[in-house]
C-alpha cells in the first residue's frame, strides 16, 4: 500500500469518526512513556536541574533528534491515527505563559504563583512574552522538521480550574470560589480568552495537513481547526460550582474553533453532565487509569452516556486485553476511538493484532 493510499484510507476513517458512522473504533497508539517528557533526551538536563526553569534553558533544536526517532517509532506501527508532534509536551506552557516560575523533578514539571486576583485578571498576552516567543519558536521548528510528514499541533494545555489554582495556590482557589465574586467570574473569562489568544497564534503557524489539522498529543485527525483542553482541578469542585463559575469558559474554549476535545480523569466525571450539554464541545476523552484498583467496566455508564448525547468518545491509557474484549463487546464503535499507551513498537504491533481479532470475534456475535 503507498504512502498516499494510506494517508487517504485514514483521512476517510477520521471523517467517518467525526460524523459517527464509523463501524469499527479507530484505534492509535502512544508510543513511549505515560509521563511525555521522559519520551526526550534532550528534556534529561532540565528534569535533573535544581534551579528554576527560564526559556534560555530550553534549545528546540536539541530535541531535534529525538522528534525524528519518535516519529519513525510510530511509522513502524499499523495504526489509524498520524502521529502528530506538539511543542516539548508535558511542558506547563501556559501556566509559563502566564507568568508561574517553572520547576522540575524526577519526571515532570510543575508551576508555582501565588498572586492575588486582581493581578491574575490584569493578566495579558504579549507577543514579547519570553514564554510565548519560545513555545512559537519551538512550534515553527516543528513545522521545519516534518516538511509535510506530520502534523505539527497543539500541546495539551491545562484549562481554566488548573491554571487558576496554580495562579493562585490551591488553598486560596477554594476560598476564592466559596466567596463567589463577580471579579472571580470576569478572571475565569480572561484566562479563557489568553487560553484561546494562546491557541490562535499558534494556529498562524501551523499548516494544515491533508487539509485538516490534529488534536496534539492524542493524535486525532479533524478536517478543520481545532482545540483542546483539560480541567483536571475539577475534581476539587462540586457539580454546582463547575456550572456556576467553569462551564462559562469551558463553553467559550470549545466553541472558538469548528473541532473541540476535553480531556477528563474519572475523578471528574461528575462534571459529565454540564459538559454533555456544550453543543459544540466534540470530543470526550476519558483516562483508563493505571491503578490497581481500577475497572473498566465500573466506566461503561459514562461511556455510553457520553454515546447516547452523541458526543464523540475517546478512550486512552494503558488499555489491557481484557479491557479491549470488554470495550468491544459491549460499547458501540461510531464514534468511538481507543488510544493504547505502550512501551515500544513491537508492543503495539502485538496489541493491534490482539485488537483485530478481538474484533473479528465480536463483530461475529
Known sequence: MNGAF????????HL?????????????????????VLDFNAAKPLLATRSPITPDMIEPLEFVEDYERLYQEHRKVSQDTFWAATPFPGFPWMEAILGCQIYSSANS?????????????????????PWFVKFIDFARLLVRISKGRFPVAQPFFRGPTDLLGTLRGQTQFVYDLYEGTQELRETIDGIAKIYIQVVSKLNEVIPPFSGGYSIGFYDL?????????????AALLSPDLYHKFFLPSARKISGSYPFSFIHLHPSSIFILDHLLTIQSLGVIQINRESTPDFKIKEMFPVFKKVQEAKKRLMISGELTREDIDQILSDIKPYGLYLQIVVPSSNSACKMHNYFKESWEKHKMH
Request: aromatic residues 12%.
Open 6 to 13: 494510506r494517508v487517504q484510507s485514514k483521512i476517510k476513517k
Open 16 to 36: 467517518l469518526f467525526w460524523e459517527r458512522k464509523n463501524n469499527q473504533p479507530l484505534i492509535g497508539f502512544h508510543i513511549g512513556n505515560v509521563y511525555p
Open 109 to 129: 514539571f510543575w508551576a508555582s504563583a501565588h498572586l492575588s486576583l486582581e493581578e491574575v485578571k490584569k493578566l495579558k498576552l504579549s507577543d514579547s512574552n
Open 221 to 233: 485527525w479533524a478536517p478543520g481547526r481545532c482545540i483542546h483542553f483539560q480541567e483536571d482541578l
